[in-house]
């Protein structure tokens, strides 16, 4: 899954990059043919400026510029004579009975005519060049800012970046590169100031020049970037969300797997933490009612009173491990009835510490409380909150190491009334402590089962102060002792018995 998303978020990345990468180098064809235009326009121009001065002013052939070693005036029969060229004739001057000499010499001459038309214009175009390639030198020693008036330029620009449909807006100018380095001509104001590190559109003025000059029209478009973005934020944006989408699928999907493996293994913990705990009572009950039937041993009254009794006792541990066990399976299902009524934490506190303490004497520990609740009532279901109170008091003995000593208090405070129970035990690690109220989760302790239970007892703590619209809070440090802090808000308005 982790190869096909980054391989697919690859491919996406790779489109979106050369779809950009096509729509910029079509933009610079574009810009560089308007360019291309802006000079041809420029050099069509002068042309026709010069053609314009020829049709205004007719200047007489000189021809002894375009042909020193002759004299182009004198015609072609006269040039034929000097020896200057040689005529070439189709017909012979020879005479025949039938005739035929007197078309030759018609022929000869209308030839010779159409040599001699063909001549002078082809005399003419030549002095017309030589006069245009003295202009164009005029031309070139004319500063570049007069030759091609500045208002003209940036017409012509913005009239061919419109023609190839670039609507952005850009700034232009005349740069002349002198040793490596650009002098502005003429131009847009700001042209520099807003270059920065941007590379402009190049193209060379005035290429026919002789020699040519180092004058290039430069033209850059500050919003391309964006223009760009957002040309391609059709595809862009879609390809984003819907890797987005997959990337949260896929984190999605492992968080489910992560959390599934979990619970298999959390479920595999409860099963062989029940297995144990059931088959303890059962193994004893078994052995008991064994030794009644055993013949051998004797049956005195007091006998039979210690077997029964510890049949009794099994028999009610039993019944309150599956007992804890349906109870959280009615919580699941959410048949849980509470029974709402006034309660007073104090006076219940005090009745639980009471019938816990002796418990507690047996394990030579110390059980001390500190009712300063001023305002001790709420409403609550009694059972379940007395058992959440056994819970934690239970689970403060017997993750004591040591001789327990544990605290029960109460107190006001913003509206809460706040039940602690602290206690000296082994504490748990901080990595563990946001998993305790989870359903079988006991602290991993690697193969020590010392302690016996479900992972129950909290999860059932949890949602009993959750259905009472209150709040518990945990602080442990690993080897010194845990304190479990209950909210039971004063004024609760929320749905009385409700899971929330």
């Given at each position: 899954?982790?190869?096909?998303?980054?391989?697919?978020?690859?491919?996406?990345?790779?489109?979106?990059?050369?779809?950009?990468?096509?729509?910029?180098?079509?933009?610079?064809?574009?810009?560089?043919?308007?360019?291309?235009?802006?000079?041809?326009?420029?050099?069509?121009?002068?042309?026709?400026?010069?053609?314009?001065?020829?049709?205004?002013?007719?200047?007489?052939?000189?021809?002894?510029?375009?042909?020193?070693?002759?004299?182009?005036?004198?015609?072609?029969?006269?040039?034929?004579?000097?020896?200057?060229?040689?005529?070439?004739?189709k017909?012979?001057?020879?005479?025949?009975?039938?005739?035929?000499?007197?078309?030759?010499?018609?022929?000869?001459?209308?030839?010779?005519?159409?040599?001699?038309?063909?001549?002078?214009?082809?005399?003419?175009?030549d002095?017309?060049?030589?006069?245009y390639?003295?202009?164009?030198?005029?031309?070139?020693?004319?500063?570049?800012?007069?030759?091609?008036?500045?208002?003209?330029?940036?017409?012509?620009?913005?009239?061919?970046?419109?023609?190839?449909?670039?609507?952005?807006?850009?700034?232009?100018a005349?740069?002349?590169?002198?040793?490596?380095?650009?002098?502005?001509?003429?131009?847009?104001?700001?042209?520099?100031?807003?270059?920065?590190?941007?590379k402009?559109?190049?193209?060379?003025?005035?290429?026919?020049?002789?020699?040519?000059?180092?004058?290039?029209?430069?033209?850059?478009?500050?919003?391309?970037?964006?223009?760009?973005?957002?040309?391609?934020?059709?595809?862009?944006?879609?390809?984003?969300?819907?890797?987005?989408?997959?990337?949260?699928?896929?984190?999605?999907t492992?968080?489910?797997?992560?959390?599934?493996?979990?619970?298999?293994?959390?479920?595999?913990?409860?099963?062989?933490?029940?297995?144990?705990?059931?088959?303890?009572?059962?193994?004893?009950?078994?052995?008991?009612?064994?030794?009644?039937?055993?013949?051998?041993?004797?049956?005195?009254?007091?006998?039979?009173?210690?077997?029964?009794?510890?049949?009794?006792?099994?028999?009610?541990?039993?019944?309150?491990?599956?007992?804890?066990?349906?109870?959280?399976?009615?919580?699941n299902?959410?048949?849980?009835?509470?029974?709402?009524?006034?309660?007073?934490?104090?006076?219940?506190?005090?009745?639980?510490?009471?019938?816990?303490?002796?418990?507690?004497?047996?394990?030579?520990?110390?059980?001390?409380?500190?009712?300063?609740?001023?305002?001790?009532?709420?409403?609550?279901?009694?059972?379940?909150?007395?058992?959440?109170?056994?819970?934690?008091?239970?689970?403060?003995?017997?993750?004591?190491?040591?001789k327990?000593?544990?605290?029960?208090?109460?107190?006001?405070k913003?509206?809460?009334?706040?039940?602690?129970?602290?206690?000296?035990?082994?504490?748990?690690?901080?990595?563990?402590?946001?998993?305790?109220?989870?359903?079988?989760?006991?602290?991993?302790?690697?193969?020590?089962?010392?302690?016996?239970?479900?992972?129950?007892?909290?999860?059932?703590?949890?949602?009993?102060i959750?259905?009472?619209?209150?709040?518990?809070?945990?602080?442990?440090?690993?080897?010194?002792?845990?304190?479990?802090?209950?909210?039971?808000?004063?004024?609760?308005?929320?749905?009385?018995?409700?899971?929330?």
């Amino acid at each position: 899954m982790a190869i096909a998303a980054a391989s697919l978020i690859s491919v996406q990345m790779m489109n979106i990059k050369h779809t950009a990468e096509l729509q910029e180098k079509n933009f610079s064809m574009q810009t560089m043919q308007a360019l291309q235009y802006v000079t041809e326009l420029i050099d069509y121009a002068e042309t026709n400026e010069f053609l314009e001065r020829e049709a205004k002013i007719e200047l007489p052939i000189n021809y002894s510029e375009l042909f020193p070693n002759s004299d182009p005036s004198l015609p072609l029969s006269a040039l034929e004579q000097k020896g200057e060229i040689s005529v070439s004739r189709k017909y012979s001057s020879t005479s025949t009975k039938s005739g035929i000499n007197d078309h030759s010499i018609i022929f000869s001459q209308r030839q010779t005519q159409s040599f001699q038309s063909g001549y002078n214009a082809k005399s003419a175009q030549d002095a017309q060049n030589l006069r245009y390639q003295l202009f164009m030198k005029d031309q070139a020693d004319v500063p570049i800012s007069i030759r091609i008036p500045p208002d003209f330029l940036a017409q012509a620009l913005d009239t061919a970046l419109k023609r190839n449909g670039i609507y952005l807006d850009y700034k232009f100018a005349v740069l002349t590169t002198i040793d490596g380095k650009n002098d502005y001509i003429m131009g847009s104001p700001d042209f520099k100031a807003k270059l920065g590190n941007k590379k402009p559109y190049k193209k060379l003025l005035l290429a026919g020049d002789d020699p040519v000059k180092p004058d290039f029209l430069c033209v850059y478009f500050p919003d391309q970037r964006s223009s760009f973005f957002s040309s391609t934020s059709f595809l862009v944006f879609p390809s984003l969300l819907l890797t987005l989408i997959i990337i949260v699928i896929f984190i999605v999907t492992l968080q489910i797997i992560l959390r599934q493996k979990k619970i298999s293994q959390i479920k595999n913990d409860f099963i062989n933490n029940m297995t144990h705990e059931l088959k303890t009572p059962i193994s004893t009950i078994s052995l008991a009612s064994q030794m009644l039937r055993d013949s051998s041993v004797s049956l005195s009254k007091a006998t039979v009173d210690h077997i029964s009794g510890v049949i009794y006792d099994e028999s009610k541990r039993l019944s309150s491990q599956v007992e804890k066990v349906l109870q959280m399976a009615v919580f699941n299902e959410g048949k849980l009835k509470l029974k709402f009524t006034q309660i007073d934490l104090n006076k219940l506190a005090e009745s639980v510490a009471s019938n816990f303490e002796i418990r507690v004497s047996n394990e030579n520990g110390e059980l001390k409380t500190d009712l300063q609740a001023e305002n001790p009532f709420i409403k609550g279901d009694e059972v379940h909150i007395t058992n959440v109170f056994f819970n934690l008091l239970d689970n403060a003995v017997k993750y004591s190491k040591t001789k327990p000593i544990i605290e029960l208090s109460t107190e006001n405070k913003n509206g809460w009334v706040i039940v602690q129970v602290k206690d000296n035990g082994i504490g748990i690690p901080k990595e563990n402590q946001t998993q305790i109220f989870e359903r079988f989760y006991r602290v991993p302790t690697g193969n020590i089962h010392n302690v016996k239970g479900f992972g129950l007892g909290l999860s059932y703590v949890k949602r009993i102060i959750d259905v009472h619209n209150g709040k518990i809070k945990v602080d442990s440090t690993l080897g010194k002792g845990t304190r479990f802090r209950l909210y039971f808000p004063l004024k609760n308005t929320q749905n009385y018995g409700k899971e929330n």
